[in-house]
């Protein structure tokens, strides 16, 4: 059996810019668990600094060709951007594709992309790309991104983006993880009527009309001014007067990308100006906390339904001589007393 790893030899090397070692890191923070809580509190103190980009969108809107191009742009400009491409888990095997990468690095080109594509020594000047999946939870991202995306900052990286799986409904969680939230939408998808169900027109920071070049593009901008004046009309804008700027772009060429890191770069000026990237950090940070006791409370639940006790109670349950009602009461005022293994 492999001895656990030096945790702060790991995070010092990948602070000094070693690729590998921050691979095994994020490897680490994926599988969760004491090592991952270590983590947490090495990168903590060296947190805080960069920008936080999530883009979302529909599924083939071009969120990942779009990303590549941006990667592209920022590496232009002497930024030292990283990626968290999150994908879905198979409700079955557990498994992902892990695949937004293969589009992303066609457009970036010779990035090299993870900790096994790497070289060994110092690297300050390339993206790190890294693939992450949701692991079922819901929103479309993982429980481990938080602490990713913390260990990214830390360690140099910025911007951070966070490109999620475009799963729909629940993409609002985007917010709760980034600064600036880009929702990306396409002609002839129904998107921006799409967006607005979603609840994507009130998160959105920054809007991207992709595939500009189509038919219907500038039908899809209207309906996203329209709808954005009608929510000026019902007292649903933002409370500072924001208004999300709405922008064309073509991702496989590259059009309209500068502008969009423009548009994000102007946010984030907002941000600072109004005090509200203090404001969503510290909701990050409690979304964090909720998510993380969640889990850890859903891991006592198992572990109190497979104890003596709770399998009693199930049984009764199961066989109708209580109601669930009444075992899941009295189960849970037992873990709240701490007998978790009776």
Not at 197 to 219: I, M, S
Request: glycine share 10%; proline share 5%; charged share 20%.
């Amino acid at each position: 059996m492999a001895p656990p790893p030096n945790l702060v030899e790991l995070y010092d090397a990948a602070r000094g810019g070693h690729r590998r070692s921050l691979g095994r890191l994020l490897t680490l923070v994926e599988r969760g668990g004491a090592e991952a809580e270590r983590i947490s509190e090495l990168a903590h103190p060296d947190s805080g600094r960069a920008h936080i980009i999530g883009i979302t969108g529909a599924p083939g809107a071009g969120k990942s060709t779009l990303t590549g191009q941006l990667v592209a742009k920022l590496i232009e400009a002497g930024k030292r951007p990283a990626i968290l491409a999150v994908d879905p888990s198979s409700p079955l095997t557990g498994g992902a594709i892990l695949g937004d990468r293969i589009r992303m690095d066609d457009v970036v080109g010779v990035v090299a992309t993870d900790a096994a594509a790497a070289a060994d020594g110092p690297d300050r000047t390339s993206a790190f790309i890294r693939s992450m999946a949701t692991r079922g939870h819901s929103g479309g991202l993982a429980l481990a991104v938080p602490l990713a995306v913390r260990l990214f900052d830390a360690v140099g990286y910025d911007p951070v983006i966070i490109e999620t799986v475009g799963v729909g409904q629940v993409e609002v969680d985007v917010v709760g993880a980034a600064d600036t939230a880009i929702v990306v939408v396409t002609p002839g998808m129904g998107d921006a009527v799409q967006a607005n169900k979603a609840g994507l027109l009130e998160v959105a920071d920054v809007f991207v009309v992709n595939k500009a070049d189509r038919p219907g593009a500038n039908d899809v901008r209207r309906d996203l001014d329209l709808m954005l004046d009608l929510s000026h009309l019902t007292g649903q804008e933002a409370a500072d007067g924001y208004r999300p700027p709405i922008l064309m772009t073509s991702a496989l060429t590259g059009v309209g990308a500068p502008e969009v890191l423009e548009a994000a770069t102007a946010h984030l000026d907002h941000l600072d100006a109004s005090g509200q990237r203090t404001t969503r950090r510290r909701a990050r940070i409690r979304s964090e906390i909720q998510a993380r006791m969640e889990q850890k409370l859903a891991a006592l639940t198992e572990q109190m339904l497979a104890s003596t006790d709770g399998a009693e109670l199930l049984s009764k349950a199961e066989a109708g001589a209580i109601p669930p009602t009444e075992a899941s009461t009295a189960l849970l005022q037992r873990l709240l007393s701490g007998d978790h293994s009776a």
